[in-house]
């Protein structure tokens, strides 16, 4: 089964949450992690990665926190996914790399081959703003939002 790490699944809660409050407010790490139970300290380095790959930007000062760098619309799971874990491989034998131990012999590269292609594809489909259509509300009792894409990747 496919599964997202929590660090991903708490950013993908983050822009959520965000996403709902509008394009242009900039919202704290810690009312961010108050309405969802994430430890504080373990989400602010997820907001500053995310960040730091240009899904956020930060305002500092009294009234700073972190906004959207893009308006929901414009931003897609996978590029969450991608920038607080990294490529998305479901194999080991496909990876930036190229060729494994057994890549002459493999007969099931290719088929697993198009099957990471069709969830990179369907994580590129979904886009913050339907995520935050998917969910019920900020601070529904920690509710995942990863748990949500993992259902719809079953």
Not at 57 to 77: D, F, K, M
Not at 102 to 107: F, I, K, P, Q, S
Request: with cysteine.
């Amino acid at each position: 089964m496919l599964r997202l790490t929590k660090k991903a699944d708490y950013g993908l809660m983050a822009l959520k949450y965000l996403a709902e409050q509008g394009d242009a407010v900039a919202r704290s790490a810690k009312d961010i992690a108050e309405a969802y139970h994430i430890p504080p300290p373990l989400l602010a380095k997820i907001l500053q990665t995310l960040a730091k790959a240009g899904l956020l930007v930060s305002h500092a000062g009294t009234n700073g926190g972190y906004a959207l760098a893009r308006p929901a619309t414009e931003i897609s799971a996978f590029e969450v996914i991608r920038a607080i874990d990294g490529p998305l491989f479901i194999t080991s034998c496909i990876t930036i790399h190229g060729t494994c131990d057994l890549a002459g012999h493999c007969t099931i590269k290719e088929p697993l081959r198009k099957v990471n292609d069709s969830i990179k594809a369907l994580l590129s489909a979904i886009r913050l703003s339907d995520l935050a259509e998917m969910g019920e509300g900020a601070g529904d009792e920690g509710a995942a939002v990863g748990g949500g894409l993992v259902s719809i990747l079953s």
